[in-house]
């Protein structure tokens, strides 16, 4: 970070023909910003499992090397053969990486909008927020309310909007409970808390005993740990007191969704009596958001001809709610952005330091639980 | 079959708690029509695969042993432990099979149009058609065209609006050419038929060269064998040049809709340019409406996030489009009845014959090429 911030580092990610991933710190040239863009000195921007992929790729982690120095880290890592059809669209390209986060407003362009905002501290979804300088437009900010930090605001986007998109498809589709793998993530405690508000009933599902104590702990009734023998019997029963019939599953590879599909069938079946070789005639639905699992998913098909599965992604979502009702979501997640929509880290790294093979070891796992925060504004 | 049309034969297929399916022959009264029914003497009514399900259920027929008598045959088969919780809603109830069939009304209720169809040629989609006399609703029958044979309009329901659904669907959610699998079946055919005449891109998916010639010499552009080693390939070609983002897959089991909405992928990609590591942005659909391969379905998700699975059926298809447009389609089957939605028959059956274990065999097998038609006028 040049002091006057005319440049500053950028990580970048980039993936060779050969099948070499490398991941490094480039000093770039902060852009000007155009009328509408501010620049943004980053000061938190959280690894997301949404940037994991973009940031890794699907390079195997585990053949990850370290190379560089200290100050210009590089790691390389190798792609599977099999998997680089699905990486085509990247090859050779020199990618930033970070969805989101937050920082005080350094400069700004001609308009009045951009203008207000100089000095102030702003959440963005601005795409390559790991630099430690970035314009972003406008129109891709929230301001922080007085007084919140960098860090509170850092993650004021993808997980808020993301749960909060959640329980708009819910409505949007007419179902009217919620069913949630993987929720003990940050994300699944962030739903639980929503659906507590708004008293939508939510099934959550974790795989840990120690998951399911702290969701009930946080005030969650219906809590079922997917490696417990008794994990069917359990399910079926929290799907026919809720009557959740909409899931979204972080998990995407394996049986899991669906079993969840097999539940809900279950539970559709013993409310409507009379048989149907094609079913219950209630649409189940399960909405792949995650790949936490990268193995294929199972399908079975034993839940009769009514049901649907699917890849879920915020922006979609975004455009079809509308401009208008994203800025409601908005406020709303400014307005409990240290309560209903705090996110905890376990640790903060800077730019180097998130390069560092130990690190990438910790987050790359993506272990619940385990939270990483980048602070770009930090020198090592 | 009464002289008097009082009493007939009707097929039951009950399905025993203990695991044992018994198909057999009862004579049943005739029940008086009411107001707004009328009695058909049923004539002729298909053997498909959507009475497959209801007629031997999750069966293993290759353990299915003969009893009773020639003109009161019974048989028996054992249903496998594991599929007996999906059979759940029908044990130990004796149900009537057969989705649609054609024949002459020999009674009608009171109502006028109950009446003015007293001695025509009727189709009818009023379940149970597996049965000598049947009364059914004159809202599920279609007065034949004049000169048309009961055989001609047997088979005028299912398969032709399952047809015009699809293509009805394809629109509806705005895509505009069609993928098909298991393309040579009768009901393939069909769609080849009705693509070519509304001038819609369609792309066939076989598995045999015989399937392949066959659908060529009807007319179709784009076919594929899925046994063929270059088949990834030719499918990307026929999506590129078709555009299509939407399958129906009569299949169900293993790997084919994955690679449907793989191919799919890659032909948007192509299309695109520029990298997201979610995908293309194009919404690609599989619905799956049979189930040829009982197996599992097998998902990579190897085409980013803009996708979706599900089942699709009829009758929900139906009552999504209304009264209205269905009447309108119906009036185009009646219309084509011997031309575009012409059904061919391998095998002519009576009710006792449709019980023998080598007919069994034969059109359990669903295999292409093979089409049964019951009937049950016949003696024997």
Redesign the interface.
């Known amino acids: 970070m040049s002091a006057d911030g005319k440049t500053g580092l950028q990580l970048r990610s980039l993936i060779k023909k050969n099948g070499e991933l490398e991941i490094s710190l480039l000093q770039v040239p902060t852009p000007e910003p155009s009328a509408d863009e501010v620049v943004v000195r980053v000061e938190a921007s959280p690894i997301n499992p949404s940037d994991l ?2 940031l890794v ?1 699907a390079a195997d982690m585990t053949t990850a090397k370290a190379a560089g120095s200290k100050d210009a880290p590089v790691v390389t890592a190798r792609v599977p053969d099999a998997a680089m ?2 990486m ?3 090859l050779d ?1 020199s ?1 930033p990486v970070g969805n989101e986060g937050a920082g005080t407003v350094v400069a700004a362009g001609e308009s009045a909008a951009a203008q207000a905002l100089l000095g102030k501290v702003v959440a963005a979804a601005g795409g390559g927020m790991y630099s430690q300088y970035r314009p972003v437009n406008v129109a891709l900010l929230l301001e922080l309310p007085a007084g919140a930090t960098a860090i509170e605001g850092a993650a004021s986007f993808v997980n808020p909007m993301t749960v909060l998109g959640m329980v708009e498809t819910m409505r949007m589709e007419n179902h009217s409970a919620l069913v949630h793998t993987a929720a003990a993530s940050n994300l699944g405690q962030m739903l639980n808390r929503v659906c507590i508000e708004q008293q939508i009933p939510l099934v959550n599902i974790v795989r840990k005993p120690d998951q399911e104590a702290m969701l009930r702990a946080a005030g969650a009734v219906h809590v079922c740990n997917s490696a417990s023998a008794g994990f069917m019997a359990e399910l079926i029963g929290a799907l026919k007191a809720t009557g959740a019939t909409l899931a979204f599953d972080a998990i ?2 394996g049986r899991l969704a ?1 079993q969840i599909l097999t539940g809900m069938e279950a539970a559709a ?1 013993a409310a409507a009596g ?5 079913g219950s ?1 209630v649409h189940k ?1 399960v909405y ?2 995650g ?1 936490l699992d990268r193995g ?7 839940y ?10 915020l ?2 979502f975004l455009q079809k709610a509308g401009l208008e009702r994203v800025a409601q979501l908005r406020d709303q997640v400014a307005a409990g952005l240290t309560t209903t929509f705090a996110c905890s880290y376990t640790a903060q790294v800077s730019l180097p330091g998130a390069l560092s093979l130990d690190a990438i070891a910790s987050y790359g796992r993506q272990a619940t639980g385990s939270k990483y925060v980048i602070i770009p504004s930090r020198a090592a």
Do not use: F, K, V
């Not at 009379?274 to 094609?278: E, K, V």
């Not at 294929?296 to 034993?302: D, G, H, K, N, Y």
């Open positions: 992929g973009l790729g059809r699905a085509a669209g990247r390209e990618m995407g590879g669906s079946s009379g048989y149907s070789r094609y005639a639905q792949i958001y790949s294929p998913t199972e399908l079975t098909r034993s009769g001809m009514a049901w649907g599965i699917g890849g879920w992604l922006t979609p």
